[in-house]
């Protein structure tokens, strides 16, 4: 039986890095695609082949395709999973998110050496804000309608995927990844350890999340299935309100007090706004910027996962009490917390 090639971009990053991993234990060959540049700390099993893809031009990329075919063979499954989520400049969302995608997937139609399935790492926010009145699930039969300029290049990736014909492909939509390496969620661990608990706005979120492993379990899921052109939120199916999300957290680290601090939405713009502001003086992004009081603002991240149950067979391993457990266990051995 001939070993399967697969290519996983951005695999550098937080989600990247557990693709990679679990695309070894199943016995791929991998093909970790990264800049010269990236940070290998988590890529370091020597059967890791890299490419670093030049997503400038379909000219470039199409002609490292057509050599790289010409070398190793041809790539059965790619998982696109390269983009940014915070950026010093809002084009570069719409040229990393969005160009980089498409010039991807015309590069491989130009080359002919389509893979059997192309999976695409989107997001929840792609759908933009839910019904913030009866907290109703967001559905794939609602209409996207993004708020933030993350969001809409998600969108405009989504949508050039779907209007390229003869292209196996299934767009994966998470909600909130957590999970060890991760940084943003990790930033509120260490705050809440510190005794305090900072939320944003007065009115209940409802929050779901997802643990990356079982994310990426869903991405090979998507992979081995025989669904084509399929679109999919990603969540452990379970909600829990911003009080119950900390209150979690609370019990993970052992943390008996903590004081509670409700920052008024009006006052949290503000604050976005000039660490954005300062980000654009230091050159450095900033983890609060505009598009980020947006996502905070946010009521409602309910999502129906039943057609990825239905359709991929997908079933969680991990609620947030284990996910947390797992990801603070890491923490402290890595000397995070």
């Known amino acids: 039986m001939n070993t399967k090639r697969i290519l996983i971009t951005g695999a550098s990053g937080f989600i990247g890095s557990f693709l990679v991993e679990k695309a070894l234990s199943e016995g791929y060959e991998v093909w970790a695609g990264i800049r010269k540049s990236s940070n290998r700390e988590y890529l370091k099993d020597e059967r890791i ?3 670093d893809l030049n997503f400038d031009t379909v000219e470039k990329l199409t002609e490292q395709l057509v050599n790289f075919t010409n070398q190793y063979g041809k790539l059965d499954y790619i998982i696109h999973n390269a983009g940014v989520t915070k950026c010093l400049k809002a084009e570069d969302f719409d040229k990393i998110n969005f160009q980089n995608t498409a010039n991807l997937i015309d590069a491989l139609k130009t080359a002919h050496v389509i893979p059997e399935k192309f999976i695409l790492m989107s997001s929840l926010s792609a759908f933009g804000t839910g019904d913030e009145t009866n907290y109703t699930p967001i559905k794939l039969t609602d209409t996207p309608n993004p708020n933030t300029t993350y969001g809409k290049s998600k969108l405009k990736a989504e949508i050039y995927l779907q209007s390229t014909a003869n292209f196996p492909y299934i767009i994966l939509r998470p909600t909130g990844v957590y999970g060890p390496r991760e940084k943003d969620y990790f930033l509120m661990l260490k705050t809440v350890k510190s005794g305090l608990d900072v939320g944003a706005g007065f009115k209940p979120q409802h929050l779901t999340f997802i643990y990356v492993k079982d994310l990426v379990d869903a991405a090979f899921l998507g992979l081995k299935s025989k669904i084509t ?36 939405l009006w006052l949290l713009r503000v604050i976005s706004n000039i660490a954005e502001d300062i980000s654009k003086l230091t050159k450095k992004p900033s983890t609060l910027n505009r598009d980020k009081y947006k996502i905070m603002k946010q009521r409602n991240w309910e999502c129906d996962i039943t057609p990825l149950i239905n359709d991929l067979g997908f079933s969680p391993k991990y609620n947030l009490r284990k996910g947390l457990e797992e990801s603070i266990m890491w923490y402290k051995e890595n000397n995070w917390l």
Do not use: C, M, W
């Not at 939120?233 to 957290?249: C, I, N, P, R, S």
């Open 49 to 51: 082949h890299f490419i």
């Open 229 to 264: 052109n399929g679109a999919y939120f990603v969540a452990d199916g379970d909600v829990y309100t911003d009080k119950e999300y900390t209150q979690l957290v609370k019990e993970s680290i052992n943390k008996k007090r903590v004081i509670s601090l409700k920052v008024p």
